[in-house]
C-alpha cells in the first residue's frame, strides 16, 4: 500500500540528554529507587508550579514592611504565605535534594539591583517560580552575566544607570533565589492581586524591572545582524 503522507512524528527531535533521562529512570525504577506511580506524580505535581507564588511573595511584601522583613530573614518561612512548602507538599513529603534548600529573597534598592544565576548548571527555586526559561540554562547566559552584568541586563532590555551596583547572585544545590525588586511608581493604592500581575518571572530573576502595565515575561530583542551571512558564494 503506497503511502504517500506520512504522518508527522510526535517530536521534532530527541535529544540525548532525553534519551539519558529515559535511561536513568528505567534504571532507577527497576533498582526500586522510586516507583512508576512516584515519578508521575512528580511529574504532574512539577507541570502545577509557576511563577505567580514568588510573585505573589513580593506584593506581601512591597505592602507589608513586617512581611518583606520575614520574606529577606527567611524565604522558606515566607513562602508559607503564599502556598508554598518547602518541606510538606511536595509529594515525596520530604522535598528533594535538589530543590529543598535555603531560599534567598533579595532585595532591590534604588542604588541596588541583583540578578540570578546558576554558573554550574540551572539551579532554580522551582517550587516557588515554576521551570526556568530556557535561556536561563543556556552555557552564554551564565558565562556573560558574570563577566558583563551591565552589558547582559541591557541586552535584555533593562539599562541601569551607571550608579545602580549590580550584585550577581550565584544559585547551588542548597540556595536558590528570588530577586524582591523595587516597588515601581504608579502602583501607589494598588491591590495585592494588580501588584502580582506585574511581578514577572523575569522580574523575579532579576533580568527585567516590574512597571505598571506590564504582565508579560520580555521577549528577547532580536537586533539585525551587523554582518549578514551572505547566501551564495
Ligand atoms: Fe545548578
Given at each position: 500500500m503506497?503511502?504517500?503522507?506520512?504522518?508527522?512524528?510526535?517530536?521534532?527531535?530527541?535529544?540525548?540528554?532525553?534519551?539519558?533521562?529515559?535511561?536513568?529512570?528505567?534504571?532507577?525504577?527497576?533498582?526500586?529507587?522510586?516507583?512508576?506511580?512516584?515519578?508521575?506524580?512528580?511529574?504532574?505535581?512539577?507541570?502545577?508550579?509557576?511563577?505567580?507564588?514568588?510573585?505573589?511573595?513580593?506584593?506581601?511584601?512591597?505592602?507589608?514592611?513586617?512581611?518583606?522583613?520575614?520574606?529577606?530573614?527567611?524565604?522558606?518561612?515566607?513562602?508559607?504565605?503564599?502556598?508554598?512548602?518547602?518541606?510538606?507538599?511536595?509529594?515525596?513529603?520530604?522535598?528533594?535534594?535538589?530543590?529543598?534548600?535555603?531560599?534567598?529573597v533579595?532585595?532591590?534598592?534604588?542604588?541596588?539591583?541583583?540578578?540570578?544565576?546558576?554558573?554550574?548548571?540551572?539551579?532554580?527555586?522551582?517550587?516557588?517560580?515554576?521551570?526556568?526559561?530556557?535561556w536561563?540554562?543556556t552555557?552564554?547566559?551564565r558565562?556573560?552575566?558574570?563577566?558583563?552584568?551591565?552589558?547582559?541586563?541591557?541586552?535584555?532590555?533593562?539599562?541601569?544607570?551607571?550608579?545602580?551596583?549590580?550584585?550577581?547572585v550565584?544559585?547551588?544545590?542548597?540556595?536558590?533565589?528570588?530577586?524582591?525588586?523595587?516597588?515601581?511608581?504608579?502602583?501607589?493604592?494598588?491591590?495585592?492581586?494588580?501588584?502580582?500581575?506585574?511581578?514577572?518571572?523575569?522580574?523575579?530573576?532579576?533580568?527585567?524591572?516590574p512597571?505598571?502595565?506590564?504582565?508579560?515575561?520580555?521577549?528577547?530583542?532580536?537586533?539585525?545582524?551587523?554582518h549578514?551571512?551572505?547566501?551564495?558564494?
Amino acid at each position: 500500500m503506497a503511502e504517500k503522507h506520512k504522518p508527522a512524528p510526535m517530536v521534532d527531535e530527541v535529544s540525548d540528554f532525553e534519551i539519558l533521562e529515559v535511561a536513568v529512570r528505567e534504571l532507577a525504577i527497576e533498582k526500586g529507587l522510586f516507583t512508576a506511580e512516584d515519578h508521575q506524580r512528580w511529574t504532574e505535581y512539577m507541570e502545577t508550579l509557576s511563577p505567580i507564588p514568588a510573585a505573589r511573595l513580593v506584593a506581601k511584601a512591597w505592602l507589608d514592611p513586617e512581611y518583606k522583613k520575614l520574606a529577606v530573614e527567611d524565604g522558606i518561612k515566607a513562602s508559607l504565605a503564599v502556598g508554598i512548602d518547602w518541606v510538606n507538599s511536595m509529594p515525596t513529603h520530604f522535598g528533594t535534594p535538589s530543590d529543598y534548600c535555603n531560599l534567598r529573597v533579595m532585595e532591590d534598592t534604588p542604588t541596588l539591583k541583583h540578578v540570578v544565576v546558576c554558573t554550574l548548571c540551572s539551579c532554580y527555586p522551582r517550587p516557588i517560580l515554576g521551570q526556568s526559561p530556557e535561556w536561563y540554562r543556556t552555557p552564554n547566559y551564565r558565562r556573560r552575566i558574570v563577566r558583563w552584568p551591565r552589558q547582559v541586563l541591557s541586552e535584555f532590555g533593562l539599562q541601569l544607570p551607571a550608579d545602580v551596583e549590580i550584585r550577581v547572585v550565584d544559585s547551588n544545590q542548597k540556595t536558590r533565589y528570588i530577586v524582591l525588586p523595587v516597588r515601581p511608581e504608579g502602583t501607589e493604592g494598588w491591590t495585592e492581586d494588580q501588584l502580582t500581575e506585574i511581578v514577572t518571572r523575569d522580574c523575579l530573576i532579576g533580568v527585567a524591572a516590574p512597571r505598571p502595565g506590564k504582565t508579560q515575561n520580555d521577549k528577547r530583542p532580536v537586533h539585525p545582524a551587523v554582518h549578514p551571512v551572505q547566501h551564495g558564494h
